[in-house]
């Protein structure tokens, strides 16, 4: 530190901020106009960066257009028409040894799955196709309680018919009401000088409510409105994934108290027919 010399007062302010005699801007305010200079230039700075780094017009035009088709493809009401189109090939005609006949569906190479009351007593049937030859399968298995059954054919021996693949089981539950469903099947249908059938007929309607049986008897059945007729049963009943989420069993008759029923009918539970098909040991 340099000694004060005799005479000499110290005043720590003009020592350490002498005041310019030629300005009248002090020390302090040319670091305030420095400090604003520099917040103005990295807000511009930051606008800028803003502008190159966020959406171009063009991009946010595009993503509102995508927003605004998201939102109509979630109201509008599903087309049940591409569904039938993607799966009739694999709904089937099946005729049963006492000249009966019902709806079944490819569940997977080689097995067609059906109701039980179809088939019941029958150990051979014959399938036929919308527009392929009839062929032959065996009843490999019967569900009574649930009214499933598995039919097997050899697919070595069989032609199916373009487009048959095997249908998917989708489920069902309480969130699903009043949501759309499609139920096919052969109910009026007769066999054509060809032995073919056609393709099968397209009921729709929606899940009215999921009814359960109990155990010993049908077990958990889809309540619907789709209207379905002697014939139909067997055949696949569909959500609008195309998804298989029950399979047509009956038309409500009666109330308990006797009343007539008009326009309730049942489908088996896709659960209900995944336990049948492990019971069976088919999967």
Same mark, same amino acid.
């Given at each position: 530190?340099?000694?004060?010399?005799?005479?000499?007062?110290?005043?720590?302010?003009?020592?350490?901020?002498?005041?310019?005699?030629?300005?009248?801007?002090?020390?302090?305010?040319?670091?305030?106009?420095?400090?604003?200079?520099?917040?103005?230039?990295?807000?511009?700075?930051?606008?800028?960066?803003?502008?190159?780094?966020?959406?171009?017009?063009?991009?946010?035009?595009?993503?509102?257009?995508?927003?605004?088709?998201?939102?109509?493809?979630?109201?509008?009401?599903?087309?049940?028409?591409?569904?039938?189109?993607?799966?009739?090939?694999?709904?089937?005609?099946?005729?049963?040894?006492?000249?009966?006949?019902?709806?079944?569906?490819?569940?997977?190479?080689?097995?067609?799955?059906?109701?039980?009351?179809?088939?019941?007593?029958?150990?051979?049937?014959?399938?036929?196709?919308?527009?392929?030859?009839?062929?032959?399968?065996?009843?490999? /298995?019967?569900?009574?309680?649930?009214?499933?059954?598995?039919?097997?054919?050899?697919?070595?021996?069989?032609?199916?018919?373009?487009?048959?693949?095997?249908?998917?089981?989708?489920?069902?539950?309480?969130?699903?009401?009043?949501?759309?469903?499609?139920?096919?099947?052969?109910? /009026?249908?007769?066999?054509?000088?060809?032995?073919?059938?056609?393709?099968?007929?397209?009921?729709?309607?929606?899940?009215?409510?999921?009814?359960?049986?109990?155990?010993?008897?049908?077990?958990?059945?889809?309540?619907?409105?789709?209207?379905?007729?002697?014939?139909?049963?067997?055949?696949?009943?569909?959500?609008?994934?195309?998804?298989?989420? /029950?399979?047509?069993?009956?038309?409500?008759?009666?109330?308990?108290?006797?009343?007539?029923?008009?326009?309730?009918?049942?489908?088996?539970?896709?659960?209900?027919?995944?336990?049948?098909?492990?019971?069976?040991?088919?999967?």
């Amino acid at each position: 530190m340099k000694p004060f010399r005799d005479g000499e007062i110290s005043d720590p302010a003009k020592s350490q901020n002498p005041v310019n005699p030629e300005s009248d801007i002090s020390p302090q305010r040319n670091c305030h106009a420095a400090l604003v200079i520099r917040t103005w230039a990295l807000a511009v700075a930051l606008i800028l960066l803003a502008g190159a780094c966020g959406p171009t017009e063009a991009e946010l035009d595009a993503r509102i257009e995508q927003a605004v088709a998201d939102a109509v493809a979630e109201t509008t009401t599903p087309d049940l028409s591409s569904v039938y189109q993607q799966v009739w090939p694999a709904v089937f005609y099946i005729e049963p040894e006492d000249g009966q006949h019902g709806t079944g569906w490819l569940l997977e190479p080689g097995v067609i799955a059906t109701a039980a009351h179809v088939v019941s007593g029958s150990e051979q049937v014959t399938v036929r196709q919308a527009a392929a030859p009839a062929f032959a399968a065996t009843v490999a /298995g019967v569900d009574r309680r649930r009214d499933v059954a598995l039919l097997r054919y050899n697919v070595d021996e069989t032609t199916l018919g373009a487009g048959a693949t095997p249908l998917s089981l989708g489920d069902a539950d309480i969130h699903d009401i009043a949501r759309d469903l499609l139920a096919l099947g052969y109910s /009026g249908s007769g066999v054509k000088g060809d032995g073919q059938v056609g393709s099968p007929k397209a009921n729709a309607g929606i899940l009215s409510q999921i009814t359960n049986f109990g155990a010993q008897r049908y077990g958990r059945n889809l309540e619907m409105d789709a209207p379905i007729d002697p014939g139909d049963s067997g055949g696949p009943v569909l959500n609008t994934a195309g998804e298989v989420v /029950g399979m047509v069993r009956a038309a409500a008759r009666r109330t308990p108290g006797g009343g007539q029923v008009v326009g309730t009918f049942y489908a088996v539970h896709a659960d209900e027919i995944r336990a049948a098909v492990e019971a069976m040991g088919e999967k």
